[in-house]
């Protein structure tokens, strides 16, 4: 008997299940961000809500990104539905408060991934995923320091108005 | 069952339950999901779409629910043109069917890894 399973595609059908869960992740972050953008620009904070106008096209690339390996294996993608998008923040500082947290939750869900990939001896998938947690890296730095001006600046008088400016110039190098 | 009569493809049984049985054909590189009287082929895709629907099927929910409508469940995978009615016994016996078929198309897959890619 032929094996019909490995020449139709090399991942399995638990890893195609995870990364169709990264998939949705990837977009709900996307998601996210675009709301976080709305809410910035609705209050005042244009450097900010393109900041968040740029993470969300990011993370949609990082959904297309995973999208385009599931097909190319041979798996099929699935589009994700987004629901419940969180779009009212309590302050400037929650918002940035919560892109961190959604960082470190992507982060989270990556590990497992690559640790499922390695109980699954799928080696091509971790080698994958490694981009992402090298990508991971970068974002979670970027939001933990856009958090850390809050501390630094201090958000009385004018201050938000001057985190909002040095916003666009965080890099990670 | 319903593919006893003779086919230009041979089957191989993949796997068999009381309710059915599901055979793979080398020729056509495809599955026969024989069930329910009817014998349907399906592409590898189709069939592994055909067995996530059916295990997203909750079945103490649809017990549970006191609608008619729930009674039953309509599964069409991959637009294909045929489509399963299923009441709830007849949706556990398929994914008992489906799940059992999955474990042998991975043994296989395993020893065909071992037996042979790894010998050569
Ligand atoms: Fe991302
Ligand atoms: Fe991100």
Known sequence: MKDLLRLKTSLTEEIEAVLNDQIRKEAHSSALYLAMASWCDRNGFDNSADHFYKQSDEERQHMLKIFKYVLDLGGTAVSPTILDVKFEFNSFREVFEEALEQEVLITQSINNIVDKCHKAKDYMTVEFMNWFLNEQKEEEYVARRALELFDVIGEEGTGRWEIDHQIPKIKYE | ?120
Do not use: W
């Open chain 2, 1 to 120: 069952m319903i593919l006893k009569e003779k086919r230009n493809t041979i089957l191989e049984e993949v796997f068999r339950t009381e309710a059915g049985c599901v055979y793979q054909s080398d020729v056509e590189n495809c599955f026969y999901v024989d069930f329910g009287g009817r014998a349907i082929k399906f592409s590898i895709l189709c069939f592994f779409r055909l067995k996530t629907l059916v295990d997203k099927v909750n079945l103490p929910d649809m017990a549970a629910c006191p609608e008619r409508s729930s009674d039953i469940e309509i599964i069409s995978p991959c637009a294909c043109e045929h489509c399963y009615v299923l009441t709830l016994a007849e949706i556990a016996a398929l994914k008992e069917l489906l799940a059992g078929a999955k474990v042998m198309l991975e043994l296989n897959s395993i020893l065909k890894e071992r037996l042979c890619r790894l010998v050569k």
